[in-house]
Each structure stands twice: as C-alpha cells, then as structure tokens.
C-alpha cells in the first residue's frame, strides 16, 4: 500500500524552499554549506519508508507530507505479528516504525530504533502526561501492564534500556491511543451490559468472541477474571505462571463449554462476526465499531465499570537513518504532532498525543463531540465524509479525561511472555 | 584418456549430464538448499527478537513432548482422513461418469472443463465464499427454516469440524477427479469387454478390472489431498473460526511470534511425517511402473 503523490501547487513551505534554494546558490555553490541550503535543495529526493499497523497508516496522511514537507512518504500497513518481526529483524526495510508500545518493549532490545532527542521534538512539552510521568493528571493512577511511560525513554543516544525519569531520549514519539473496550450488540442482547465478566456470561453462549493476538487477548481475559471476582492480580500486566495457568484454565473451560463462536484476528473479521450477527460481545477496536455502525447495524462500544485496556503508538526512527533523512524524518516528527494528523485521528474515534494542537485542524462541534464528550450538535462525519453519528449523539464512554482516565491497564508483554505464549496456543488448540 | 569425439557412449554420456543439469540446479537452489536451511535452522536458539547459531535440540524435544503438539497431529490427521474419503469417493464418481458413461471425446473434454470453472477464482475466496452461506444468519439456515425443516439455525454449519471437512473438499476433489479421470482414460475399453464376454457383473468390472487399473490415479490423487490438507493453515484457521489448531497453524504461529529456529523444528517434523505417509502410500502402488 504505497503512494506518491506529486505536489501539486504552491504552498508556503514550497515557496519558502525554492526561495531558500535561491539563495544558496546566490551565496555560491559549495562555499556555504548550511544546513538550510542541502535541506531545500535535496528534500524533495528523500523517501521515508514507514510501516505499521493499519490504524495510522493512511494514504492521506502520505498526500499531506508531501503537500506539506515536500518529500516522499512511503507507508505499508501489515498486521500487529507482521510489524513486530519487521522491526526486530529487517532493520534496513523501513526508516520510521509505526508501532505499539507493548511492541516498543519487544523489539527495543534488538537495537534496531535509535533514541529521539526530545530537545528537537516542537511539541515536546505539550506531550499528555501520559507518555512523559504516566500520569494523564497529576491525581491519576498508573494503569498496570506496559504502561507508555515506561518503555518510552532510553539513558542516551545508543541506549537499549529503558529508564523511569524523562531522560531527553525518547523510545517512540507517542501519536496514537486509545481505550479500549467490550464491543455489543445492543439490539440483540436487549439489556444493559456494565461489566467485562458478562463475555463469559452463559447467556451469550456461542455468540462471544475475543481476540487471537496472545498480548492483548490476555489482558482482556484477565479484565473478565476479575470482574468475575475469580482472582485479583497483582499485576495483571505481569502475570505469574500460575497466574497465565489460572486464567487461561478459566478460558479454556468456557470454550469447551462452547461459549465462543469464533476468535479473531483481523480488524476485518471482527467487524464481519459483529455485523453477521454470529457474534453479540466481544473484545473490538474503535474504528471497527464505526464500521459496524456505517452498514446501519447499532454496535456500541460499551464502557464497562472496571475500566479500559488501553494501547497507544508511535513512530521510531531506524538506527540507519542518518544526514538529511534524519533531519527530514524529524520534520515529519514535528509535523505529525502539530496537529493535522491529530485532528484526522481524532475525528475516527483515536486520540493524538498532543490534543491542543489537534483542537485548531478540528470544528467546534467535532472537538465537542470527540474530546469533551458533548453531545453532537450537527452531524458529526469522519475524514472521509461519512456521516458517523447524527446530531445529538454522545460517545460512547464521554470525554477524554473520563475515558483516558478509566484506564485499567496497558497492552502488555510480561516477563513470562514466552510461557504465555505456549499457554495461549494450547488454549487456542484445546 | 583419449579425447575421440567418435566414443558414442562417451558422448550419450556427455548429453546426459547436460541434460540433467539444469533440472539438479532448480531442484538444488529451490528445494534442497531451503530444506538444509531449515534443517540447520531448526537446531538454532532464539531470543525473543532474533535467532542465532547454536546446537540446541530443545526445539524438537519442546515440540514432540508438548501435549498440543499430539492433540493437533490428531486433529490434523482427522481432517485429512475425512478430506481424503470424500474426495475420493467424489473423484472417483466424476472420474468415472467421465470417462465410461460420457461416450464422445468433445463431450468428456467440456464436462471435465466444467469441473474446473471453481478453479478460476482463488483458493481464498472460494473458501471464505462458505462463510456467508453457512452462517447463522446465512442462506443455508434461512432456507432450512423457511423451509420448516428447523426451527433454530444450525450452530455446527460454520466455524466448526464440519466446515473445515466442507471447505477442504470444496478445495481439493480436482486433484482427485484429474489423475484419476487420466488414469481411466488410459484403461483399454476392450477389457471392459472382455471381462463382460466372461461373464463378470458390473460391480465385478469395477472391482477386478477398473479399481485396480485406476490405482495409479487414486494414489497421485491421494497424495494431493493428504500433503495439500497436512501442510494447510489458512482453511482451517478461517472455517473454524479460529478455534481449531492445525499443524500449519502451530508453525505459522511461531513464525508470527518470530520463533523461527521452533517453526523451522516443528516444519521438519511435520515434513518428515509426510513423507513418510507418502513412503507408505507409494509402497501400495508402483506409480513409475504403472503409468
């Protein structure tokens, strides 16, 4: 899924360029080697290969870097597996990594992202805390699991640790997050729904699904464990082997038992088990939701009084880039958290790192409807022109503070991920 | 050693080898260098970001130890013995009305053409074409109750053993119908005859004349079915909606979670096994003898 798109038009970056062009050959051609004269002359040659997952890989964020930056933004979109083994092990197919934090934890190690000065980030202090202290407010509680923060800083340029404090030196840029939560179908299940254990409520039997991707299917079974009021966690983030044996035990015997219709691994079928009607609750994402809805079918993303298992992205920069596709990988850094993009997200449903820049790219009634969880006054559409929700919808789960802040816990890669990972194969065979 | 250009055995010899050559070059490049690869692979040792030289055998003890593993062998071969006998019963059947009850040559050849149009569309979308029809809500269960031949729709249609049997012999009863529909077309008709002339019944013929000389034909067809359904991880990831594992599924799966040096092991496995089911089938037919 690649795109180039040709700058059509002037805009003021491209006049200001071809001015600053200008005047480096006026100066005298290799007398003065400024960095504004390579930059402008040589930045419409720079491709910047980025891949991740199809949640913010969007063709029309490619269109607006070159409208915007002048060069070549080139995107694959792949599945959640496929990017983790890209970025550990083909360090050299990719120049910006769009990826998860839980995968940021995964693939660190393998050296193959460089660490981000922050001292170059425009936007850096207007971060949500979140990603910087881990704290969304200064009263919030830290969620449990691989919280952003917490593998969102390296010692230095070439670390491959992760420290605690706001080192200088960021992991991944944060862009992209959210809270998730159980997905239903209120015109069939025809009652209120307020907790995670109603997916393992025999009522539902054959008509639940959860998710095969063994690091977050887990943590939303042990949302459903505790809800259930079968064991509290510690940590449910970084589960012991008993733990991961109890848990998926629990899980085990309801699929014997037939409660699951189907487990999922793609967005796509997800949306296809909700919509067909084989399935009424399970584990979904934000945007396949909105799908759902789109056909006309109601789907609500259904807040749930234990809180959300939340996730949040962002980009890293390959340990091969260096020069000018450094400095324009940079720009586009900068670009992304300036807002455009943010607003783009924030109108599918996602929320961007740096909320009050989004705020100026996004109307009144958008920023109502999608931030400040007020109640739509006209009809609210997504990028793309679809109309999303009709005037007077409310979203689901309300504000940002209130959904951010409800955050139970973080996709998470344990230190036992390998023994989970067995565990979960078995219960996917049992 | 005399250069005579005149040797002709020298020169047959000569010929051979360059004929050979080009056929050991693809085979070695393409299917021994790989296999060896995954061979020396499977004895690697893995982190959880990368893989590195090491002889370790703890990829095959965890895989042939591991409770899963048997469960899914089981499994697997489940599916294939089932795939296997309604393919065959169904190739046998098509091959058969094709090649004796179908009497002219434009015929035989526009309904064995027929039986290919499903193939002109992907394996993929001929399987997930199932979904929507066997589904709750689909078109089998709402014509069942339309019917009045159920009340409630059918759970066991979709995302189970059944609709992964269904897919797989959607998806493979060709490769039984086409060697088995050659094999038959080879069969000289005067034996038909003659064995008629001796008074043999029909079912007689089928048995003593027609099942044996169409072995052949059974046993390439079989060994389509049994290694295409033994290697299989997509069919049976979407038919059961992901609730069944196959053999394929557990070494896709550790390739997903980059444990390749396990996914190279468990690949090794699974390949010696079938080669094995092969050995044993061939030992059945002579197929270079027969054909």
């Known amino acids: 899924m690649t795109k180039q798109i040709e700058n059509k038009g002037l805009s003021r970056r491209s006049i200001l360029k071809g001015g600053a062009a200008a005047a480096g050959a006026a100066i005298g051609s290799g007398a003065v080697t400024g960095f504004p004269t390579i930059w402008a002359q040589n930045i419409k040659d720079v491709t910047l290969r980025q891949f991740g997952t199809g949640v913010s890989n969007i063709n029309e964020v490619a269109q607006k870097v070159k409208e915007d930056l002048g060069f070549t933004l080139e995107m694959t979109a792949l599945d959640s597996d496929s990017v983790t083994q890209r970025a550990a092990t083909q360090p050299k197919s990719f120049d910006i990594a769009d990826i998860e934090y839980w995968i940021c934890k995964k693939v660190w190690g393998a050296g193959n992202l460089q660490a981000m000065d922050t001292s170059k980030i425009k936007n850096y202090d207007k971060i949500v805390g979140t990603f910087k202290s881990g704290k969304l407010t200064p009263e919030s509680v830290i969620a449990q699991g691989t919280a952003p ?191 455009w993009v943010g607003g783009f997200l924030m109108r599918q449903g996602y929320y961007s790192a740096v909320p009050e820049t989004s705020k100026n790219f996004m109307s009144e009634d958008e920023w109502g409807f999608w931030f400040e969880g007020k109640p739509a006054e006209g009809d609210i559409k997504n990028p793309f022109g679809d109309v999303m929700e009709k005037a007077g919808a409310v979203r689901d789960g309300g504000s940002f503070y209130d959904r951010m802040g409800s955050v139970a816990c973080w996709n998470a890669v344990m230190d036992e991920n390998q023994y989970m990972v067995r565990k979960w194969n078995e219960f996917i065979a049992a | 050693m005399t250069k005579t250009k005149t040797d002709p055995s020298k020169r047959a010899e000569r010929i051979s080898w360059l004929l050979v050559t080009p056929l050991t070059c693809v085979l070695g490049f393409f299917l021994l260098l790989p296999i060896l690869t995954i061979v020396t692979v499977s004895f690697w040792n893995y982190n959880e970001w990368s893989f590195f030289p090491d002889f370790v055998l703890d990829n095959y003890a965890f895989h042939l130890t591991s409770a899963v593993t048997w469960a899914t062998y089981l499994k697997t071969l489940k599916f294939m013995v089932l795939t296997w006998i309604f393919c065959a019963g169904i190739g046998f059947t098509v091959a058969y009305f094709l090649a004796f009850h179908v009497q002219s040559l434009p015929a035989q050849v526009a309904l064995f053409l027929v039986c290919t149009i499903p193939f002109w569309t992907s394996n993929i979308i001929r399987m997930i074409s199932w979904i929507p029809f066997l589904g709750r809500n689909g ?153």
């Not at chain 1, 459903?224 to 940590?235: I, K, L, N, R």
């Not at chain 1, 789109?294 to 992205?313: A, D, F, H, N, T």
């Not at chain 2, 069969?187 to 019944?201: H, P, V």
């Not at chain 2, 038919?239 to 196959?246: E, I």
């Open chain 1, 149 to 339: 923060h917490t593998v969102g800083f390296t010692s230095g340029p070439d670390g491959k640790d992760f420290v605690q404090e706001e080192s200088g030196w960021m992991t991944l840029i944060p862009t992209i997050y959210n809270a998730d939560t159980l997905g239903i179908r209120p015109d069939l299940i025809g009652r209120p729904i307020d907790t995670w254990a109603e997916l393992l409520n025999p009522e539902f039997k054959g008509k639940a699904s959860i998710l095969d991707i063994s690091s977050i299917g887990i943590m939303d079974m042990a949302m459903v464990v505790e809800a259930m009021g079968e064991y509290t966690y510690p940590d449910k983030g970084n589960m012991t082997k008993e733990e991961i044996d109890m848990t998926l035990g629990i899980f085990t015997e309801a699929k014997k038992n037939g409660q699951f219709r189907a487990f999922w691994k793609s967005f796509d079928e997800s949306v296809n088990l909700m919509a067909s009607g084989e399935v009424v609750i399970q584990s979904m994402w934000s945007p396949a939701i909105t799908a759902v809805r789109s056909k006309g079918i109601p789907c609500v993303y259904q807040p749930l009084k234990e809180g959300y298992r939340s996730w949040g992205g962002g980009l890293g920069l390959s340990k091969n880039l260096s020069g000018l596709e450094l400095e324009a990988a940079y720009e586009y850094i900068n670009w992304y958290l300036d807002g």
């Open chain 2, 139 to 291: 078109i089998a269960n709402s014509s069942l109750i339309h019917l009045g031949i159920i009340d409630e729709p059918l759970e066991w249609l979709l995302y189970s053993d059944f609709a992964v049997v269904l897919a797989f012999v959607h998806l493979y009863a060709l490769f039984m119908v086409v060697p088995i529909f050659n094999t038959m077309m080879r069969i000289d008709k005067s034996l038909i005859e003659a064995a008629r002339d001796a008074g043999a019944s029909g079912f007689q013929i089928l048995t003593n004349v027609i099942i044996p000389l169409a072995k052949p034909g059974i046993m390439i067809g079989s060994i389509f079915v049994v290694t295409l359904v033994m290697g299989d991880f997509i069919t049976v990831r979407h038919m059961s909606g992901g609730q069944s594992a196959s053999v394929g599924r557990i070494i896709s799966n550790e390739i997903s979670l980059l444990q390749y040096p396990a996914a190279a092991a468990s690949s090794v496995v699974l390949l010696c096994t079938v080669l094995l089911m092969i050995g044993v089938m061939m030992r059945f037919v002579d197929i270079r003898k027969e054909l």
